[in-house]
């Protein structure tokens, strides 16, 4: 289990990576290429609307593995300034499931699995675990994790992490390893995120799962503007 996270969270030492203005980037995203997961340069990029995509066993040209920093256009959101509009079976879940439901409690359990249990997560390399788990330890990466206590042991099998900037979360994976506990760990990050004062949730690239849920695409240089309005934003923790 991880230890207590800080709030507010602490700030790192900086970085000397400048990042290219994500207003100019194509509409695939792709600005910048590089594998540095230092907390200043994964700071320093969500707080620029850039996020980091590792591509698998491919390597750049020094042997390191190759990872892309993309600000695609458009860009999805979960809209917080409404009251969420979830389907009527998920409600139906969220009123009536078994399960534990905890913030914070697992992290690291939480990222390992979203690579273990995703066909397409090869992209979860270990450089990036330490970057992000470096970024829980000082308060900044945060976690849902949804718990399976049935046996009288606790089972992991749902959740979600990201990266939380001012007023702005950025979701970046979720996994299920049971029947709809990623859609569980999503509506209670939804929840915390209103509830402690958050003003943006950023879910990156849409999905048809995301759609589900009620994530919408929005122009790029309105993401980015609502970023700037977010950074301004002191939330509460995520209780």
Request: charged share 25%; glycine share 10%.
């Amino acid at each position: 289990m991880t230890a207590r996270v800080p709030h507010p969270p602490i700030e790192p030492p900086g970085t000397r990576v400048r990042f290219p203005d994500p207003v100019l980037a194509p509409s695939h995203g792709v600005l910048a290429m590089g594998c540095d997961f230092t907390p200043g340069t994964l700071l320093r990029a969500y707080r620029s609307g850039i996020f980091p995509w590792p591509h698998g066993d491919e390597e750049d040209e020094g042997g390191s593995p190759l990872v892309l920093w993309f600000s695609p256009e458009p860009r999805c959101i979960f809209p917080l300034e409404q009251e969420p509009h979830w389907s009527r079976s998920l409600r139906r879940t969220l009123r009536i499931h078994p399960y534990e439901v905890t913030v914070d409690q697992d992290f690291a359990g939480v990222m390992h699995m979203c690579g273990e249990t995703r066909k397409d997560a090869t992209w979860i390399i270990p450089e990036l675990e330490r970057g992000y788990r470096e970024l829980h330890r000082l308060g900044w990466a945060h976690s849902v994790e949804v718990w399976d206590t049935s046996t009288g042991e606790r089972e992991l099998v749902g959740g979600i992490y990201g990266v939380a900037v001012g007023g702005a979360f950025a979701g970046e994976s979720m996994f299920h390893t049971r029947t709809d506990t990623s859609k569980i760990a999503f509506a209670t990050l939804v929840t915390k995120l209103r509830a402690a004062g958050y003003v943006l949730f950023d879910v990156q690239v849409e999905n048809p799962h995301l759609a589900s849920l009620g994530c919408v695409e929005i122009p790029r240089r309105e993401y980015l503007g609502r970023l700037d309005d977010a950074l301004e934003v002191t939330p509460g923790p995520l209780l």
